[in-house]
T-cell receptor, first 119, second 109 residues
Framework: GAVVSQHPSWVICKSGTSVKIECRSL??????MFWYRQFPKQSLMLMAT?????????EQGVEKDKFLINHASLTLSTLTVTSAHPEDSSFYIC???????????????FGPGTRLTVL | QQPVQSPQAVILREGEDAVINCSSS?????VHWYRQKHGEAPVFLMI?????EQKGHEKISASFNEKKQQSSLYLTASQLSYSGTYFC??????????FGAGTRLTVKP
């Protein structure tokens, strides 16, 4: 399947600092990437849809000024958690749609996730 | 708008079968099944695009009833490696996917 990477794999930071998470599609170009958050033993909750070259679309209840998303190229989207607090601690996972040519159409491939711990 | 999965959890002995159901309150364009191991990202299993479609890989198969807005995942002769949490993801006509709450499957020797 398509390969999506995330960096870093985990991060521990102090309350009030900002953290940037990168999501890259390694062997294909992704016009659309998605950011999810997953709390322990819970499902994946869509935070926002990131479209290359345009503003992200945020789900209801997700603060766009707190979770900044930039999709500057067809292979890279970044999520910045600004002024992080302990309640932001979670597993953040990105995914990207693979293009039609030569791949299973219309599905998402997930990155390995980033575990954020805010002290 | 999240699909509803059932059961929430199931425990099997190696070699036993299981069925996981996923249903939606809205019209579906596609259903996707994923398996997630603890501490890892979800791994794609299969996608069903057409009503009435059935698909399988080795001893894991799935069906999609478009009219009933339901899908089922069938695990036959389960193996230890099947343990994990299974999620269905559903898409309507929009470009986003909603995930069910997950079904935790434990296969014991």
């Amino acid at each position: 399947g398509a390969v999506v990477s995330q960096h870093p794999s985990w991060v521990i930071c102090k309350s009030g600092t900002s953290v940037k998470i990168e999501c890259r599609s390694l062997d294909f170009q992704a016009t659309t990437m998605f950011w999810y958050r997953q709390f322990p033993k819970q499902s994946l909750m869509l935070m926002a849809t990131s479209n290359e070259g345009s503003k992200a679309t945020y789900e209801q209840g997700v603060e766009k000024d707190k979770f900044l998303i930039n999709h500057a190229s067809l292979t890279l989207s970044t999520l910045t958690v600004t002024s992080a607090h302990p309640e932001d601690s979670s597993f953040y996972i990105c995914s990207a749609r693979a293009p039609l040519a030569g791949r299973i159409p219309d599905t998402q491939y997930f990155g390995p996730g980033t575990r954020l711990t805010v002290l | 708008q999240q699909p509803v999965q059932s059961p929430q959890a199931v425990i099997l002995r190696e070699g036993e079968d299981a069925v996981i159901n996923c249903s939606s309150s809205k019209a579906l364009y596609s259903v996707h099944w994923y398996r997630q191991k603890h501490g890892e990202a979800p791994v794609f299993l299969m996608i069903l695009l057409k009503g009435g479609e059935q698909k399988g890989h080795e001893k894991i198969s799935a069906s999609f009833n478009e009219k009933k807005q339901q899908s089922s995942l069938y695990l036959t002769a389960s193996q230890l490696s099947y343990s994990g949490t299974y999620f269905c993801g559903t898409e309507g006509m929009g470009n986003d996917m909603r995930f069910g709450a997950g079904t935790r499957l434990t296969v014991k020797p």
